[in-house]
Every structure is written in structure tokens, then in C-alpha cells.
């Protein structure tokens, strides 16, 4: 099936850094979501994207839905130690219809 | 929060024995998913609903079955168990927009 190319795949970095992470699809999607899964629990949602160069905030989160429609972005800026999980990004074509997710990012941070 | 359970927690099972998996919402979404996590795949659609009794096939629906009789209970039945249905199992629905979807906390599942 499709698949949305998620990177980096990992990233160690130091507590107060900040972090950028992407996806990139070889199809549009009309709606870009970005979530985190911590160990053991399921992914929570942090933003959602709808329109093609749309720039959304969630705290120290930013995502942006890329102009062709085929990439997102995600920056956590200031990291803190309870940022580390792993952070997914999901594609969707229309409303209601399956999410495409990518292999998402392993974050790390050392406070 | 969508009111997303999901049970069992964890399940331990046998090759060959059926199992049931279930999902149970609160908030009255029309939609439900049924999700596999695997390392390397990521998150796989197995089946969705739109509707009681109105289900399709996702991703990687093979071995797997599911039925909706009420909103809120979507159920996910692996009639056979094999080895390569160990995975963790997420169950998700959308909320008013139908944009974006909620998952549930999970249910791993090992077949030995």
C-alpha cells in the first residue's frame, strides 16, 4: 500500500534544542495529521492541517501542509524531556476515509 | 478524548483459535477503525465502519473479520489465529469533522 516517507527515522538531541521532522508522499492529501504515541499508549493527536500552505500551532509545536500537497512539516521548538516518543505523520484524502501514516520519528532527549 | 476502550488489554493465544477484539466509544461517532501497529509498517488500516452494520475492508483485511451492531461496539474477530497477527491492535474513530481520528489505548496481542 502507499506509503508516506517519514524523517528522520530517530533523533537524539540535547533538552532545550529545537527539532524538525517531515513527510513526504509521491500523492496530494487534503488533510496532513501529525500525533505522538508515548510507550504503551496509543497516538494522540497534535495538530491537524486542511489547506494547501496552511501553518498551525500547538504550544511550542508549528506544522505546516507543504504547497504541492505532497509534504508536511513538524518543529518542536525549546524541547523538554517529556517530548520523547514517537511522532507520527498521517495523510488523509478525504474526510472519513483511511489514514495513511508514516514509519515515524523516534525522538530522544537529554536533559 | 473520544471515550475510546478497548479489551482486552492483552491477550496471549494460540495458533489456529479464534479471537475477538473489542472496541467501545462513548461520543456516538459514526466512523470506526480497526488499526495494526507492527515495527517497520507502522500503523495499517484492517477494517473500517461508516455506520451500524456497514463495514469495509482496508489495507490488510485478510484473516480478519469485524461486525457493528450497535455505534458504539465495533468488533474485530480473527476467525483463526496465525503467528503473523501478533501485533498491537488500535482501534480509532473520528470525530463531528470526520478529518481527524482518535485512537484508542490498544490491545496487544501475541499468538505463540
Known amino acids: 500500500g502507499q506509503q508516506l516517507n517519514q524523517s528522520p527515522q530517530s533523533m537524539f538531541i540535547q533538552e532545550g534544542e529545537d527539532v524538525s521532522m517531515n513527510c513526504t508522499s509521491s500523492s496530494i492529501f487534503n488533510t496532513w495529521l501529525w500525533y505522538k504515541q508515548d510507550p504503551g499508549e496509543g497516538p494522540v493527536l497534535l495538530i491537524a492541517l486542511y489547506k494547501a500552505g496552511e501553518l498551525t500551532s500547538n504550544g511550542r509545536l508549528t506544522a505546516q501542509f507543504g504547497i504541492t500537497r505532497k509534504d508536511s512539516f513538524l518543529n518542536i521548538s525549546a524541547s523538554i524531556p517529556s517530548d520523547v516518543g514517537i511522532y507520527f505523520c498521517?495523510?488523509?484524502?478525504?474526510?472519513?476515509?483511511?489514514?495513511?501514516f508514516g514509519g515515524g520519528t523516534r525522538l530522544m532527549v537529554k536533559p | 478524548d473520544a471515550g475510546i476502550t478497548q479489551s482486552p488489554r492483552h491477550k496471549v493465544t494460540e495458533t489456529g483459535t479464534p479471537v475477538t477484539l473489542r472496541c467501545h466509544q462513548t461520543?456516538?461517532?459514526?466512523?470506526m477503525y480497526w488499526y495494526r501497529q507492527d515495527p517497520g509498517h507502522g500503523l495499517r488500516l484492517i477494517h473500517y465502519s461508516y455506520g451500524v452494520k456497514d463495514t469495509d475492508k482496508g489495507e490488510v483485511s485478510d484473516g480478519y473479520s469485524v461486525s457493528r451492531s450497535k455505534t458504539e461496539d465495533f468488533l474485530l474477530t480473527l476467525e483463526s489465529a496465525t503467528s503473523s497477527q501478533t501485533s498491537v491492535y488500535f482501534c480509532?474513530?473520528?470525530?463531528?469533522?470526520?478529518?481527524?481520528?482518535?485512537f484508542g489505548p490498544g490491545t496487544r496481542l501475541t499468538v505463540l
Open positions: 480509532a474513530t473520528t470525530g463531528t469533522a470526520y478529518n481527524e481520528q482518535f
Open positions: 461520543e456516538n461517532h459514526r466512523y
Open positions: 498521517a495523510g488523509q484524502l478525504e474526510a472519513g476515509n483511511m489514514l495513511t
